[in-house]
């Protein structure tokens, strides 16, 4: 086994700066850039995998140098910003280590692969060597912790790599210790602004696992430390929570002001919007086959309707039939049907389901590689994970709209910058935004250059145009003169 060398130093980002500065042209009236009321001599960014620049589902050094709050800092330069440390990973692989072995679920960065034909995400080839148990020497100016929920930020010992799998890798890395928060070690640099983005994955988790955990909004569980990694977090939770950062945050001397970004809806992202319903191509003698099968099913359908157990709508809805074409629908579990003792409850998905990203490269596979007829999404229902309903689309809904309404609230309460991501990102993916040569980034998969190879994360050029909304906030609320960065000058896509 290759051994894997401790980190004996920590990378970071130094971006120098001075007061208000000047920037002049020969011929042009020189700009001279101003904070307004606001102090960015200590910024500190707080939040998750997106302010921590996660992109292709992965953490990774490029990523991070063109994540959106290294965008931010640069522009806070011109303006009295002072230097930004960032808790870099050791390559760009991506990949973790614990104790020089691989950590399982913490893989390499994708890449379009062109060597099978047709562009494929694909890992990147190599060993990752950033090795968890060997932190870095912090605080870091870029607080933004992949997989972290509103509630993390305040957890004592989500640093400790003795409390894994409940703490987080990342974390550790940066931690000043193992029994520090996220929110202590934010407040020990005494930040003069703060940007907070958090609260995607209190709602996130349960999206992209199908709808498999639990939402609390209505268990009514209140306590977050009982709460899975797929459950949504009550909104009364969510609302203490939020308001103990906020108010921990603008208390601290330091704090000149801050800006906050509420919840993207996260259906709108590829993620949901690559697979469709229907992918499922078949001749007539395999949807004679197929109809074959499911025979005695919609027979049963049609027995129960005639006893008034169901309604002719779910009747309908529940059974099952293919037919010679290229789009026929998958066929997947779901538990919201009515309960038909003998029956399980089976229907093809409709349009208003939305399939995971990466059911595109499970359904068609076989769940028995040596039975043929055993195909996933056709003779093997697609189990909850691969399909987010529309009952679990409306948990997601329900929660996102509960969180931004407190987000908006205790922003004004608080006096605070709001970036409305929700709305911004609801463009992006409904009709594109043009950029300044006219070309326009979608949220189209792989092509658009909004989002990364994930699905989910956006790609630098996506994190640019985040910056410039964050910028644009900035500068109405505390009469600053920004100029943002220019999207064209970062990547729609890395390249391997």
Not at 251 to 271: H, L, Q, R
Not at 281 to 297: E, H, I, K, R, S
Request: aromatic content about 10%.
């Amino acid at each position: 086994m290759k051994k894997i060398f401790a980190l004996i130093a920590f990378s970071f980002l130094f971006i120098s700066c001075s007061d208000d500065d000047i920037i002049e042209e020969p011929g042009i009236a020189p700009i001279v850039y101003t904070s307004g009321t606001a102090d960015f001599t200590t910024y500190v960014s707080v939040g998750n995998s997106l302010t921590a620049g996660y992109s292709d589902n992965a953490l990774f050094r490029e990523g991070q140098e063109n994540s959106m709050p290294v965008m931010l800092a640069s522009n806070f330069s011109l303006a009295g910003g002072g230097d930004f440390k960032v808790p870099f990973m050791a390559d760009n692989l991506g990949g973790l280590t614990l104790g020089g072995s691989p950590l399982a679920g913490f893989g390499n960065r994708l890449f379009l692969s062109f060597t099978t034909g047709s562009p494929t995400p694909t890992p990147v080839s190599g060993a990752g060597t950033t090795e968890v148990s060997a932190p870095l020497t912090g605080p870091f100016n870029n607080m933004g912790v992949p997989g972290a929920k509103s509630y993390h930020l305040g957890f004592a010992g989500y640093g400790n790599v003795q409390l894994l799998p409940n703490a987080n890798p990342y974390f550790i890395r940066m931690a000043t210790s193992p029994t520090t928060t996220i929110l202590a070690d934010v407040l020990s640099q005494n930040p003069t602004f703060f940007t907070l983005w958090i609260g995607n994955n209190d709602v996130l988790g349960y999206a992209t696992s199908g709808g498999a955990g639990v939402d609390h909004n209505i268990t009514g569980n209140l306590n977050p430390a009982t709460y899975g990694s797929s459950d949504i977090t009550n909104t009364n939770t969510f609302a203490s929570v939020y308001n103990s950062i906020l108010q921990t945050m603008t208390a601290s001397p330091s704090v000149s002001g801050g800006v906050v970004a509420n919840i993207p809806d996260v259906t709108t992202i590829p993620y949901f919007k690559t697979v469709p319903h229907n992918p499922v191509p078949l001749d007539a003698a395999t949807a004679a086959l197929v109809n074959g099968a499911y025979a005695q099913y919609n027979g049963g359908i049609q027995q129960y309707l005639a006893g008034s157990a169901i309604t002719p709508e779910e009747a309908a809805l529940r059974t099952i039939s293919f037919s010679a074409s290229a789009t026929n629908a998958v066929v997947i579990i779901d538990e919201d049907l009515t309960p038909l003792p003998g029956l399980p409850n089976y229907r093809q998905a409709t349009a208003n389901d939305l399939l995971v990203l990466p059911s595109r490269s499970f359904i068609g596979t076989l769940a028995n590689p040596n039975n043929p007829t055993s195909i996933n999404g056709v003779a093997v229902p697609l189990a909850d994970q691969w399909v987010l309903t529309p009952q679990e689309q409306e948990s997601v809904a329900t929660a996102i709209t509960g969180y931004n309404q407190i987000i908006a609230t205790l922003a004004a309460q608080y006096n605070l910058a709001l970036v409305d991501a929700n709305s911004y990102l609801t463009t992006v993916a409904a009709s594109g935004i043009t950029l300044q040569d006219g070309s326009r980034v979608t949220a189209t998969y792989a092509t658009g250059g909004a989002f990364s190879l994930d699905g989910v994360h956006p790609s630098p050029r996506g994190y640019s145009l985040l910056s410039n909304l964050f910028i644009e906030q900035i500068n109405a609320k505390y009469g600053s003169n920004l100029p943002g960065v220019n999207p064209l000058d970062f990547k729609g896509l890395y390249i391997n």
